[in-house]
């Protein structure tokens, strides 16, 4: 079967027409031959037009416009308003031929899947039979067959392309993490221009210069952080948005007209407590060196979402220390050290067991000015010497029912150290009833010993 057998024409009504088209290709990939201006210039139209101009603005009332030249000179042109989209799947827009107002029709095209090949449906309602058969008469199941000759043939680049890139030029590089938050929540931070600059590419020490956000399909972002002397910038499109499961887009941390850029691919599953993300990163192979310290950037990029979702159930306190990383690291996770300034003013510290490890515990004793003893239990969850600690901590009780999750991070800065804090509780009521216990004063007073004890020690 050659591709033009592949087009057939079925008339459910007087005023209807349905083109149906089957494509050896995925469907993200002729979504994307459909809806990007850079490929539609490639196949719209039979092979005698040349495209003279290719406007599409993807969204829900946004209009495309295409503008074809014949060789005698000629222009014709076409345009509608898009009424619905739901990539990759389906499309509504509005169709006229510019030369005939008044003769608008409604278009809606589905894209279904199977093994690998994809059916595309465009399912035309005009408004009175008059337009749908002087459509029909003009030549249009001729010039369909061949516009979808050279769709097809583009999109066997395209796959063939991408074929050969994730076979062998390219690897997988996955993060995943739990969110006690609901897939939709998770899915709009990634979306929305005020919290992006919070978390997304941020570094501790970085400071955000520039978000811009065009949250559609083909739309484009770029975010840039100034971090020291460099202006870190980040560059990418949006492929697919599939509200709240799936979002794909491209990604380039060297320059906006990358002709190679990346792919990152988000899924969001929900789950009984939130949601489970799986983040896919597909890279060149010659990066392969890069894999762990790009595994290591987007589980920091996942931190820094769930810090900011969970913003009102946090304590976060930071201070610089004139010590490098690894002594404050070590001060901070040996006994011998840490009880010479563990605690608030007036405080002493007393430790019964310090086992720093995964799994392992550290059992502590708070003698308070006044004579009362605050019985402590810490529970390593996870320890990056000399980066970073994450811990559960709570009373010297098994089950604390108030006990809460705290992430240490300890960052170089030269011969320096930030060192970030941060408490999270299981509500904004346990929160709001710790600072009323005095947890940022008594924080920040601990951390202010720790700055004489390093500083005694120099």
């Given at each position: 079967?050659?591709a033009?057998?592949k ?5 459910p009504?007087?005023?209807?027409t349905?083109i149906?088209r ?31 101009s290719c ?16 060789p ?24 006229l ?25 465009n ?59 609901p897939?939709?929540l ?14 997304l ?7 955000m ?26 560059f ?35 789950s ?10 597909r ?11 790009t ?7 996942l ?11 946090q ?28 605690g ?25 000015p ?62 709001q ?6 947890a ?11 700055a ?7």
């Open positions: 079967m050659n033009s057998d087009l057939t024409l079925t008339f009504s007087e005023r209807e349905v149906r089957v494509f050896n290709a995925p469907r993200h990939l002729i979504f994307a031959a459909l809806t990007q201006p850079e490929h539609v210039r490639q196949w719209y139209g039979p092979r005698h037009l040349t495209m003279k406007e599409i603005d993807l969204r829900v009332g946004g209009k495309w416009r295409y503008v074809v030249e014949a005698d000179g000629s222009e014709f042109a076409f345009s509608g308003i898009y009424q619905e989209i739901v990539a990759p799947a389906r499309i509504v827009s509005t169709e031929f510019e030369a005939m107002p008044g003769t608008d029709y409604l278009a809606t095209v589905t894209l279904s899947e199977e093994d690998g090949q994809t059916t595309l449906l399912h035309l309602r005009y408004q009175s039979q008059a337009h749908r058969d002087g459509h029909l008469n003009s030549g249009m199941e001729g010039g369909m067959r061949e516009t979808f000759e050279q769709l097809d043939e583009l999109v066997q680049t395209l796959a063939s392309a991408e074929g050969m890139s994730s076979q062998s030029a390219t690897i997988e590089i996955v993060v995943t993490r739990h969110f006690d938050a897939p939709e998770v899915f709009d931070a990634w979306l929305d221009p005020q919290r992006v600059g919070h978390w590419f941020a570094t501790p020490t970085g400071e210069e520039r978000v811009e956000l065009d949250a559609r399909v083909g739309g484009e972002f770029v975010i840039a952080e100034q971090r020291g002397d460099i202006l870190a910038e980040h990418g499109r949006y492929v697919e948005l599939d509200r709240p499961l799936r979002l794909v887009f491209t990604f380039s941390a060297e320059r906006k007209d990358d002709p190679a850029p990346s792919l990152v691919t988000v899924e969001i599953e929900p009984a407590t939130g949601c489970e993300l799986r983040l896919t990163h890279i060149d192979a010659k990066w392969a060196a890069y894999a762990d310290r595994h290591d950037g987007w589980t920091m990029v931190v820094g979402l769930h810090n900011e979702l969970s913003a009102d159930r304590i976060v306190l930071q201070r610089t220390f004139a010590a490098p990383r690894e002594l404050v690291f070590k001060v901070w996770t040996d006994p011998n050290h840490v009880d010479q300034w563990w608030p003013t007036g405080f002493r510290n007393e430790t019964f067991v310090m086992d720093v490890r995964p799994g392992g515990m550290w059992r502590y004793m708070m003698h308070g006044d004579g009362t003893d605050y019985p402590n239990r810490i529970v390593y969850r996870e320890v990056v010497a000399p980066e970073r600690l994450v811990y559960r901590h709570g009373s010297d009780i098994d089950n604390d029912p108030d006990a809460f999750d705290v992430t240490v991070t300890f960052d170089a800065q030269g011969e320096q150290t930030l060192v970030t804090l941060r408490s999270l509780f299981a509500t904004v009521e346990q929160r009833a710790t600072m009323r216990f005095g940022i004063e008594g924080g920040q007073q601990t951390l202010a010993r720790l004489e004890y390093l500083q005694q020690m120099n």
